[in-house]
């Protein structure tokens, strides 16, 4: 809006992407909670503002607790990410497009293109991780088709550019289909989704 960018802001965004992946895991576990008290008859809206005993509690003892040393803590904390090279190269391509815009002197609409799906990539890489969100890297194959399409449809790029655009597309696409590594954790119910 205003022509720049906020360095603290970027580093603010910065941290809160990186949270992302580390607290979904917790998400799945609420949902999955809240919908294994439902069907014992608790009332949802009760169940999600207090609370209450989970029908199914087991203690796994995976979770070290606060008295724990810290770094079995900080390994806890990192549980059910995992950064495979496919997803980690896609962030690399992601902020590849987002600076291209200075190498290639592309402007206007073709520059905010190229910007906008690099961050998207990276964002979806990044989530991605999180084993539970493994699935999600299917939406940078629709990114990527996109930047295939971009220097066609968008236009006022060089030759040069679109080519990139293009050439990132195709690499992207063939970095998210393959699943990557996964660190063997299980998520119940929710397994089904992230094979």
């Keep these: 809006m205003i022509g720049t960018y906020c360095s603290l802001c970027l580093l603010a965004a910065a941290a809160m992407l990186v949270m992302i992946p580390l607290a979904l895991d917790e998400v799945v ?116 088709l996109w930047l295939i399409g971009a220097p066609w449809t968008v236009g006022g790029a060089s030759a040069a550019a679109g080519w990139n655009e293009a050439i990132a597309g195709v690499l992207v696409l063939a970095l998210s289909l393959p699943r990557g590594r996964l660190g063997g954790n299980r998520y119940g119910s929710w397994d089904r989704y992230i094979a």
């Design 29 to 144: 576990a609420t949902g999955q909670y809240m919908l294994r008290s439902w069907r014992t008859g608790r009332p949802l809206l009760v169940t999600f503002f207090a609370g209450g005993p989970d029908p199914l509690a087991s203690n796994n003892g995976s979770d070290p607790g606060f008295t724990a040393p810290i770094p079995r803590q900080l390994s806890a904390a990192v549980r059910g990410v995992v950064i495979p090279w496919t997803l980690a190269l896609s962030c690399v391509l992601g902020a590849w497009l987002m600076f291209s815009r200075a190498i290639f002197a592309t402007t206007g609409a073709a520059a905010n293109n190229d910007h906008l799906i690099g961050a998207l990539i990276i964002t979806v890489a990044i989530t991605a991780m999180a084993e539970v969100a493994r699935p999600l890297r299917f939406v940078n194959c629709l990114l990527s």
